[in-house]
């Protein structure tokens, strides 16, 4: 594959008085897979669209392969999209279905069919050319959506929600085939997604976006170990976020008090006073509750989810959401309970 690096500039998109992209800048380096993220309405779709070429940008300027694509139309871009609802012709066969983007291009109807049988087996649907779309499984249909982009040989790969149409089990599976093309034929991929596991577990780079912005990116370790913001401590950790104070820095490290208790952290540039903190559900602790403990919540609910509870606590901090270890709910809805804070998984946050 011919994989070629992507540069946004500035990009804003409006639609009348609103602002859907908003001085968008970013990079996704040929070879790898960038995941826009973030809740409906914050402009990742928009921003694959124009990308796409399906869309202008009201300012700002979008680079393919070093070139200015700006205003390029779809078909003079070189990028594939596979589209949320596959868009598979349904009086098509599956070989029908691949061949069709080379025969548009002009190929011979023979050497047309043969590159979709090649792209058919790479993506591993061999022997199911004849079958018609509405004889295959979900994730089948996808693998085809896959299939008929990549026969076109595309600079960029586009994929808006590619997997919102499976179920739990098949979307892992294929997002892990997708994955796995990705490195294997070192495709340059733009993925767009609302699913924060399924970006933390396919991408090189994620894009956090909200209201038109970016609000944070980088690797997807970085970002759910240590966001820099509130916003995305919650967006992909699920955090609970509360009020704090510093009460030293020394060395880069702080001494935190949250709630009457006190935790060492990465001071990470914060000051000496009010700050906020980020718990992911994991970082906090649970016991039951005892004479003179200093920090003490209500169980309000608990739910026994695979291999862990999850727990919603009462506190004089507020409401938070825990999730702990174990087979079964160690605290009945109504308990009090004990609260502790380790520090894998509490950052300082703006």
């Known amino acids: 594959m011919n994989a070629a690096g992507v540069e946004f500039r500035g990009v804003t998109r409006r639609y009348g008085d609103v602002?859907?992209?908003?001085?968008?800048?970013?990079?996704?380096?040929?070879?790898?897979?960038?995941?826009?993220?973030?809740?409906?309405?914050?402009?990742?779709?928009?921003?694959?669209?124009?990308?796409?070429?399906?869309?202008?940008?009201?300012?700002?300027?979008?680079?393919?392969?070093?070139?200015?694509?700006?205003?390029?139309?779809?078909?003079?871009?070189?990028?594939?999209?596979?589209?949320?609802?596959?868009?598979?012709?349904?009086?098509?066969?599956?070989?029908?279905?691949?061949?069709?983007?080379?025969?548009?291009?002009?190929?011979?109807?023979?050497a047309a069919a043969e590159l979709a049988r090649v792209t058919l087996e790479g993506v591993g649907l061999a022997g199911l050319e004849g079958r018609m779309p509405s004889e295959l499984s979900g994730g089948q249909q996808q693998r085809v959506a896959l299939a008929r982009a990549l026969v076109l040989e595309p600079k960029v790969l586009l994929f808006d929600e590619p997997l919102s149409n499976l179920d739990a089990r098949l979307r892992r599976r294929v997002r892990e085939d997708i994955r796995d093309l990705q490195q294997r034929l070192g495709l340059t991929v733009a993925y767009v997604t609302h699913d924060r596991e399924e970006a933390l577990a396919v991408s090189d780079r994620v894009i956090v976006m909200d209201r038109g912005r970016i609000i944070e990116q980088g690797r997807p370790l970085e970002l759910f170990l240590a966001p820099r913001t509130a916003f995305v401590a919650d967006f992909l950790g699920e955090a609970n976020l509360a009020e704090a104070r510093i009460a030293s820095v020394a060395n880069g490290r702080a001494v935190v008090q949250c709630a009457g208790l006190s935790i060492e952290l990465d001071a990470r540039g914060h000051e000496m006073g009010t700050a906020r903190l980020a718990l992911r559900p994991d970082a906090v602790q649970l016991a039951a509750a005892r004479e003179g403990d200093a920090f003490v919540g209500e169980v309000l609910h608990a739910a026994h989810v695979g291999r862990f509870v999850e727990y919603d606590v009462r506190t004089a901090a507020g409401d938070w959401f825990v999730a702990r270890p174990g087979a079964e709910a160690q605290h009945a809805v109504g308990s009090r309970v004990a609260l502790s804070l380790h520090r894998d998984g509490a950052v300082l946050v703006d």
């Open 19 to 110: 602002v859907a992209v908003d001085d968008v800048t970013f990079r996704i380096e040929a070879g790898t897979l960038t995941t826009l993220v973030g809740p409906s309405g914050c402009g990742k779709t928009t921003t694959l669209r124009m990308l796409a070429g399906l869309e202008p940008p009201d300012a700002g300027t979008i680079h393919i392969a070093g070139r200015d694509a700006t205003r390029l139309g779809a078909a003079e871009r070189d990028v594939s999209l596979v589209f949320q609802s596959y868009a598979l012709f349904p009086h098509m066969s599956v070989l029908e279905n691949v061949a069709y983007g080379p025969s548009v291009r002009g190929q011979a109807r023979r």
